[in-house]
T-cell receptor, first 111, second 111 residues
Framework: AQRVTQPEKLLSVFKGAPVELKCNYS??????LFWYVQYSRQRLQLLLR??SRESIKGFTADLNKGETSFHLKKPFAQEEDSAMYYC?????????????FGTGTRLLVSP | DGGITQSPKYLFRKEGQNVTLSCEQN?????MYWYRQDPGQGLRLIYY???????QKGDIAEGYSVSREKKESFPLTVTSAQKNPTAFYLC??????????FGPGTRLTVL
């Protein structure tokens, strides 16, 4: 079965500290991995996807097929990064264009 | 924010009543989705529709119904059979090549 695991419900760091939000997945084949973010009082939005290999708002994520992980990283956290972060996957095994979401990690960046 | 809208923003329902949540998009997307978001459980797929006049059950379809009579609209009815309907409901749409775009959500509370 396809599954996305985000082991941390809450991650609390100080401004300027490095951040790593963990995401592990189980999937038979080659999934597409995403990170979505939900800021307070805003809609859920795509942060980045692994096929784009982009850095968005200073965040990067590398797909590690050996460890089946897609951890989200940022070297220096900012207060405006405080939000709910969801890891998600999609692929042929999930069904047509469906996303499977993890349970989310709340990132709190304190001054 | 345009593109995909949901109404109402807040909805209160008495036990035993059916209620319908609206989702409209002007992005010309074929696929539309309904998710339920609960604290600690992430997003769970209720129903999805790949094209007009077609829809499939997601992971937690019991107690819900949908219709897709127009490309732009994908209303969700929460029926009295849904045992625990209090939640935040998110609608999303997707085009051919991009990822899912989410609406602002509707918070349903059963009194």
């Amino acid at each position: 079965a396809q599954r996305v695991t985000q082991p941390e419900k809450l991650l609390s760091v100080f401004k300027g500290a490095p951040v790593e939000l963990k995401c592990n997945y189980s999937y038979s084949g080659s999934p597409e991995l995403f990170w979505y973010v939900q800021y307070s009082r805003q809609r859920l939005q795509l942060l980045l996807r692994h096929i784009s290999r982009e850095s968005i708002k200073g965040f990067t994520a590398d797909l590690n097929k050996g460890e089946t992980s897609f951890h989200l990283k940022k070297p220096f956290a900012q207060e405006e990064d405080s939000a709910m972060y969801y890891c998600a996957l999609s692929g042929m095994n999930t069904g047509f264009q469906k996303l499977v979401f993890g349970t989310g990690t709340r990132l709190l960046v304190s001054p | 924010d345009g593109g995909i809208t949901q109404s109402p923003k807040y909805l209160f329902r008495k036990e035993g009543q059916n209620v319908t949540l609206s989702c409209e998009q002007n992005l010309n997307h074929d696929a539309m989705y309904w998710y339920r978001q609960d604290p600690g459980q992430g997003l769970r797929l209720i129903y999805y529709s790949q094209i007009v006049n077609d829809f499939q059950k997601g992971d937690i379809a019991e107690g819900y119904s949908v219709s897709r009579e127009k490309k732009e609209s994908f209303p969700l009815t929460v029926t009295s059979a849904q045992k625990n309907p209090t939640a935040f409901y998110l609608c999303a749409s997707k085009g051919t090549v991009d990822t899912q775009y989410f609406g602002p959500g509707t918070r349903l509370t059963v009194l």
